[in-house]
């Protein structure tokens, strides 16, 4: 091996045959360290019966001392990454073997001047020198400038290129055995003694370190391993019975046998494939591997946010936060996999697994010969759900991404629950209690104060409040609180910048993401609102309260972008079309019926709600008006089919007040031309909207005149009827 020098500091000063040389001999001893651990990895099972008496009879030692090697050669194994890391990103003429080598790119042998020194004017020299100086400064100062950019530009692809290299070199090394991941399990691992185990040992154990760089990788390779076995690979399609039948064609048959014989062998590697995948869970399960997952998530969520946290040191901090992170991403790849809660097998390995991940039992998985309840599952999914949401919400931390980790975790879990759960009540309710805790866990990291640099955008904060909203237990109480608290509260903040006091993740620039879910959501809850016995006259009464409601606060959003001309930005207007057009949508299909069949007793409650729809009507007339002025071509994507829904709720409100003998309630009004803020057109701006228009306005005048002409119709009819 080279000396600790050749590698260090002095690398850079070696000839490029030396560079190679070292960064080989670390490349090689790497692979060599790696092929170690994956062949003696084999020999560390306890459970093994032919490993143990290998061991004992070829090395003289026992599986106990193999396992203290193998975690030996770990601590070596990244010590020499770690210096081919260092090596392969600084040796510019070593490759990988079996590739060629990377060319470097052309900014870095690019041949710079040395650094000029721009004069100071002379106080005593004359105009005309002086005029002369200030040019000479200013060609200097632009040289300097461009000088500068240029090393910026050269540091940048200098940092690049060696990103690659030692990309490409740490790459191209002998893969670690999926195996290797049973090291996790190992005692020299173990973040609590031998005689501990369980939730309730862990509890009473004093812990002050977890995590480390072989715990990293083993986590990092286990993550990977779960990705590979428990994803499922697409299948090609095989069209059958397609082709015409000929008997010319001597390949027919041929074809068609190895068609069936493709599918066949699919078929076939599937099952092959899931009974490897068992076969290496059930190794996992023998060492403990998920016992020690539960044992390092519950010593994380305790060093996070128990007695023995720090919250001043930032190194411990960082690590604890890493950690949790590979923790996170493997209990996720778990949960998310279809494998183990399609199949009876699947299911039955992951009672096993969620025994020792949720619970910390090690031994007792050996005496299950049954699959477990669904009750039993959610149970065990609930332990693991809870240290999950400890670790993110028990102690503040300024990284939205590993909050996020947490949260999509969490997810995952509800995600599972609704999976395996079955049609009777407990299923169900178990269920719906981890949405109840994702919906908490999101409105609590959405009320925290996260650090300025942190990027607030739709897969945060919209990501975080569609969970909200999704899994709320009262959806009408949650859109009350972030439509009157939240939104609406934004404009009284200084420039409509924000923070919003009550939540502080709402400002300008996640303004859109706030309001994008809430009016989406106005909508889905209008959709819900008729999945009952609409013909209920007990249920009547509280469905014109919630319409009234939802309504209001679809009223109210629209209201706050056409008050406030610096929250009207284009991609808000989009979304007041979409969702407006399908809110209007929904109501007639579903409002105008259940008017129909309850008109005679809320007539006066009948006759306000369309009068409030007319207002949000006429503010969806101006935007589309506006889009067509501003000739934007995504307002004018979605103004057709906002217009339909426009004039189909036209329609339908005078069929219903036809039927019921009510036209008079209806009236012809000349509507004015207005901007999105309210204000009204010139003129010149309202004739030149009604050129561009496609006949839509004509439309509506018509319509509203045959209004009024039936009604005058009416009217003459009832003055006849009285002579």
Not at 146 to 168: G, I, N, V
Not at 361 to 371: A, I, K, P, T
Not at 621 to 645: C, F, Q, T
Request: negative net charge; charged residues 30%; aromatic residues 8%.
């Amino acid at each position: 091996m080279p000396s600790t020098e050749s590698s260090g500091i002095e690398f850079e000063d070696l000839s490029a045959t030396k560079q190679w040389v070292v960064t080989s001999s670390y490349f090689f001893a790497t692979c060599w360290v790696r092929e170690l651990v994956n062949n003696f990895i084999f020999a560390a099972d306890p459970i093994n019966p032919s490993a143990s008496a290998i061991t004992s009879s070829s090395q003289g030692f026992d599986c106990k001392d193999v396992q203290q090697k193998v975690i030996e050669r770990l601590k070596a194994l990244i010590d020499l990454e770690e210096e081919l890391r260092f090596t392969s990103s600084n040796c510019y003429v070593f490759s990988p073997p079996g590739l060629d080598l990377l060319p470097a790119p052309k900014e870095l042998y690019e041949v710079y001047s040395p650094n000029v020194d721009i004069p100071e004017y002379d106080p005593h020299a004359s105009k005309a020198q002086k005029k002369a100086a200030a040019l000479e400064k200013k060609k200097l100062v632009k040289r300097a400038k461009e000088k500068e950019k240029s090393k910026s530009k050269m540091l940048k692809a200098k940092k690049k290129h060696e990103e690659l290299l030692y990309t490409r070199a740490l790459g191209a090394l002998r893969p670690l055995d999926p195996q290797v991941c049973c090291a996790i399990g190992f005692d020299g691992l173990s973040v609590v003694q031998d005689s501990a185990e369980g939730s309730q040992c862990l509890s009473q154990v004093q812990v002050t370190e977890c995590g480390g760089p072989v715990i990293t990788l083993l986590l990092n390779l286990l993550d990977k391993s779960l990705s590979d076995i428990l994803s499922e690979k697409k299948s090609c399609a095989f069209n059958a019975g397609n082709e015409e039948k000929s008997d010319d064609n001597p390949y027919q048959d041929v074809s068609r046998s190895t068609k069936t014989n493709a599918a066949s062998a699919v078929f076939i590697s599937s099952e092959d494939s899931s009974k490897k995948c068992f076969v290496l869970l059930q190794s996992y399960l023998n060492s403990g591997v998920f016992a020690s997952l539960h044992e390092h998530l519950a010593i994380v969520a305790e060093l996070r946010c128990g007695h023995n946290s720090s919250n001043n040191d930032e190194e411990k901090e960082k690590r604890l936060v890493a950690t949790a992170r590979c923790l996170f991403s493997c209990t996720r790849t778990l949960f998310e996999s279809e494998i183990l809660t399609r199949s009876a097998s699947g299911k039955f390995f992951l009672g096993l697994i969620l025994k020792q991940l949720g619970k910390g039992d090690r031994n007792s998985f050996h005496d299950s010969v049954r699959r477990h309840s669904s009750v039993q599952i959610n149970y065990l999914l609930g332990h693991v759900a809870d240290n999950v949401s400890e670790i993110i919400t028990g102690a503040y931390t300024g990284d939205l991404e590993f909050a996020m980790d947490g949260v999509l975790t969490m997810q995952s879990v509800y995600e599972c629950s609704k999976r395996i759960s079955d049609d009777s009540s407990d299923a169900k309710d178990a269920t719906m209690d981890f949405g109840k805790r994702l919906s908490g866990v999101s409105d609590k990291l959405l009320k925290e104060h996260w650090p300025e640099e942190t990027k607030m955008n739709k897969s945060n904060v919209g990501k975080l409040l569609t969970l909200f909203l999704e899994h709320s237990p009262d959806r009408m109480s949650s859109l009350t609180r972030l439509v009157d608290d939240v939104l609406l509260e934004l404009p009284h903040t200084e420039k409509c910048k924000g923070p919003v006091t009550n939540y502080p993740t709402c400002s300008s620039s996640s303004f859109g993401s706030y309001y994008t879910v809430t009016i989406s959501y106005l909508w889905k809850e209008l959709v819900a609102l008729f999945d009952c016995d609409t013909r209920n006259p007990a249920v009547a009464k509280k469905m014109f309260e919630k319409m009234a409601e939802l309504i209001n606060f679809l009223q109210s959003l629209f209201d706050l972008t056409r008050e406030n001309e610096c929250l009207a930005k284009k991609a808000i207007l989009l979304q007041q079309l979409k969702f407006g057009s399908k809110f209007i949508e929904t109501f007639v299909a579903k409002a105008i019926p259940f008017f129909q069949v309850h008109f005679e007793q809320h007539k006066d409650a009948i006759f306000e709600l369309i009068g409030r729809m007319q207002n949000n009507c006429r503010q969806m007339y101006a935007i589309i008006a506006h889009g067509k002025r501003e000739k934007d071509a995504n307002l004018a994507k979605e103004g057709p089919r906002a217009k339909k829904s426009l004039e189909l709720f036209i329609h339908k409100v005078k069929s219903l007040l036809k039927k019921n003998r009510c036209m008079t309630a209806m009236w012809t009004k000349t509507l004015t031309a207005k901007d999105i803020d309210g204000s009204a057109l010139s003129d010149e701006e309202g004739t030149t909207q009604s050129d561009d228009s496609d006949g839509g306005s004509e439309d509506e005048e018509e319509e509203e005149v045959q209004v009024k002409d039936d009604e005058e119709e009416e009217d003459d009819s009832e003055s006849d009827d009285e002579d």
